[in-house]
């Protein structure tokens, strides 16, 4: 009777125990470059303290989504967020992993780091190629007293599906009717064949075509800017105040961030209200299955955004990007919990 006793005793605690997982060492994902930087930092500090190595194809937003989608790597990344109904048809949870800022760079020689001042209006209208010269009037008028070339501009654009493009020419798309009805939005876009384009693949490759371009202007993450030394603008936001790009600014847009009523964590940050707002500040978002095959890599892919939200925030303000607030992490891990399943309906994140 004691035998038959114990024996159930020990069969209900193997059912109730909490399920744990084997040590997973690597991890993979791919996607966007917006945020390869702090990924990259955050990956280096992960590995030293868990031992758990992450591998990141910087490939673009579109090269993400499809990777995730045909299930070739643990997560995808995306700065151009999928909507509730896109991520229920391919079965993915999405949630936002960090903020940051998309800023116009030049190649202009004797013009220095945050002294020309564009609008929106009229970085659509160079993206457009209805301003084809530096010292053209429309600039000119905006910058008295800085020295203006009389050069052409070559206009930098993506050349691979980037979630930075679909930012880029989504707050074009608020501030210039006009490319709302001609060009419109999208990861890609038919550039207008008026400009003089150069296409760049990777925010790496705007970002080497402008440095070795003069006379060209390209739009990369704020941490392409500074690395690489280049010549980033002034911006004209919502308010119609001239705001350079650094963090008192980046954080007054992502402020106004309602992620509460944002399905899907769906949100654009676009063209922020404010004196002091950075006009074209984005999130950018992880992609995962809702239903994990593999278990173990579901949970160990979870385990290294939880370790990145509550360690990592100094690495992402050091490199400018804008930590998630503690508030949308909750809900994030919220998220994980409800969502995020094991093939036998539990959850993966605990």
Do not use: C
């Not at 399920?19 to 690597?26: F, L």
């Not at 229920?88 to 013009?111: E, S």
């Not at 003089?196 to 070795?212: H, M």
């Not at 994030?332 to 409800?338: F, S, V």
């Amino acid at each position: 009777m004691n035998k038959l006793l114990n024996g159930l005793l020990l069969a209900s605690t193997v059912v109730i125990a909490p399920m744990s997982y084997a040590k997973v060492d690597t991890i993979n994902g791919a996607g966007a470059t917006f945020p390869y930087p702090v990924y990259a930092k955050w990956a280096e500090a992960y590995n030293k303290a868990e031992g758990v190595k992450l591998n990141y194809q910087s490939i673009g937003s579109g090269g993400g989504i499809k990777q995730i989608k045909a299930k070739t790597v643990d997560f995808g990344a995306s700065d151009a967020p999928l909507t509730k109904e896109e991520l229920d048809q391919a079965g993915l949870a999405q949630f936002p992993a960090v903020m940051g800022a998309i800023v116009p760079v030049i190649n202009v020689k004797g013009i220095e780091a945050g002294q020309l001042k564009l609008s929106g209006q009229l970085l659509a209208d160079i993206y457009s190629g209805k301003v084809k010269m530096w010292d053209d009037a429309a600039i000119a008028s905006l910058n008295e007293g800085v020295k203006l070339p009389h050069m052409p501009i070559y206009t930098v654009h993506r050349s691979d599906g980037s979630g930075t493009t679909f930012n880029f020419t989504d707050y074009l798309a608020r501030v210039s009717p006009e490319w709302q009805k001609n060009v419109g939005v999208g990861k890609e876009v038919a550039w207008p064949k008026e400009a003089q384009q150069l296409g760049g693949k990777g925010n790496e490759g705007v970002a080497n075509f402008v440095s070795r371009t003069p006379g060209s202007i390209g739009y990369v993450e704020f941490a392409y800017a500074k690395s690489n030394n280049l010549t980033y603008t002034q911006m004209e936001n919502k308010a119609g105040k001239f705001v350079k790009p650094e963090m008192a600014a980046f954080q007054a847009a992502a402020a106004n961030a309602d992620w509460s009523n944002a399905p899907g964590f769906h949100l654009i940050l676009n063209d922020q209200p404010g004196d002091a707002s950075w006009p074209m500040t984005a999130a950018t978002f992880i992609l995962v299955y809702k239903q994990q095959d593999d278990a173990e890599k579901g949970d160990a892919v979870l385990k290294f955004f939880d370790w990145s939200f509550a360690n990592g925030d100094q690495a992402a303000e050091a490199l400018d990007y804008i930590p998630m607030p503690d508030s949308v992490v909750k809900m994030i891990e919220d998220m994980w919990r409800n969502d995020v399943k094991d093939t036998q309906g539990m959850a993966v994140y605990k």
